[in-house]
């Protein structure tokens, strides 16, 4: 039997001549086969959930290639976070990140079993590759022949060079800023709801954790990334790849901070650098800063007094480095 396959590229974020260039000649060669669909949407992070990007997405069967502008674990749980969802295919590009899962980098490795695993998933798979990998169209095609290798027979296929007959849906999108899951590694521990002050996280009705109010998510905020255990949270826009969905250094940001500043190590910490975080996107909704203080404590002024001069105290010795 023939395996067939729906091939999705996802456009940039930006007007880039080198990045449409790509995209176009990806286009090009990627005429529509008997075995292979394409069709061009924009940037995935972007896609309204409502929108008919999306909608064209939930359609469709079978495997799924998907070419993003994204690390390829955050292009995956965005299109789960949507009901695109299918068994994560593992490339040989992926060998990265699997083996910082492997070394234990990757979470807690408490053992604690994941959403993923108590959730059923459709019986296909859907391997997402990053376009910022690659300036050439070329090792893209040859991943997509890995995985597809009956596109080189016949008409339209990978390199027919014929007139492609695409599927182009432009929805109306602006850029957005959001938390994004990765379930595989997600317990449900509750630790980002708790954390969050601005409403963003909820439960579903299985009673697991949801992404509930994207939009209340502070543009440039990362915080709740550096507090999960797991590493489960992602910021695919972030401009540190451990956040963004790349491959997590053995000790984070929390070692780079400690060797740059030469700083105590408790006050700089994934969990003060959050709260810090925190607090300067709670100035700017033009609330008060609660230092690190749970958020359970959060509204009491007096209880988050100690903290807070910690923070402050980490602030001037900052400040007095003049980095
Ligand atoms: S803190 Fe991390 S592991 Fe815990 S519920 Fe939130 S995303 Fe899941
Ligand atoms: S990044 Fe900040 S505002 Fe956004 S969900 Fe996390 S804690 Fe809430």
């Given amino acids: 039997m023939t395996l067939r396959v ?5 456009q940039g974020q930006t007007v880039h001549p080198d990045r449409q260039a790509l995209e176009a000649q990806l286009a090009a060669r990627l005429a529509p086969h008997d075995q292979c669909d394409l069709l061009i949407v924009p940037h995935l992070y972007n896609l309204d959930s409502a929108g ?7 359609e469709l069967s079978g495997d799924l290639i998907v070419l993003a502008w994204l690390y390829p674990r955050a292009a995956h749980w965005i299109l789960d976070r949507h009901g695109v969802r299918g068994r994560r295919g593992r490339t040989a590009w992926d060998e990265d990140e699997t083996a910082a899962d492997e070394t234990g980098d990757a979470g807690s490795g408490k053992g604690t079993e994941s959403v993923a695993a108590t959730r059923e ?21 040859e991943a997509i022949r890995q995985i597809v290798p009956d596109l080189d027979r016949g008409d339209g296929g990978l390199d ?24 595989s590694r997600c317990t449900n521990c509750m630790e980002c709801i ?24 502070r543009k ?37 901070l400690s060797t740059l500043f030469g700083a ?6 994934e969990q003060a650098i959050a709260a810090r975080e925190r607090d ?38 900052l400040d007095a480095m003049e980095l």
């Fill in 160 to 183: 027919a060079g014929a007139s492609p007959a695409v599927r182009r849906i432009d929805d109306q999108v602006r850029r957005r800023w959001y938390p994004v899951i990765d379930f």
């Fill in 194 to 217: 708790d954390f969050c002050l601005f409403g963003v996280y909820g439960v579903d009705e299985a009673e697991n954790l949801l992404v509930e109010l994207p939009d209340n998510c």
């Fill in 220 to 256: 440039g905020c990362p915080a709740c990334a550096r507090v999960c255990p797991e590493n489960a949270i992602m910021f695919p826009q972030h401009k540190t790849p451990a956040i963004a969905g790349g491959r997590q250094e053995p000790g984070g940001l929390k070692l780079d």
């Fill in 52 to 58: 008919p990007s999306l909608a064209a997405l939930r």
């Fill in 121 to 141: 998933l459709p019986d296909r798979t859907i391997y997402c590759f990053d376009l910022r990998r690659h300036e050439s169209p070329e090792p893209y095609l």
């Fill in 280 to 317: 300067e996107h709670l100035l700017i909704a033009g609330q008060r800063p609660v230092g690190p203080a749970d958020s359970a404590s959060a509204s009491d002024a007096d209880e988050t007094a100690k903290p807070q001069d910690q923070l402050d105290a980490l602030m001037d010795q």
């Fill in 264 to 269: 105590a190590e408790s006050l700089l910490s």
């Fill in 6 to 10: 729906s091939v999705v590229l996802s």
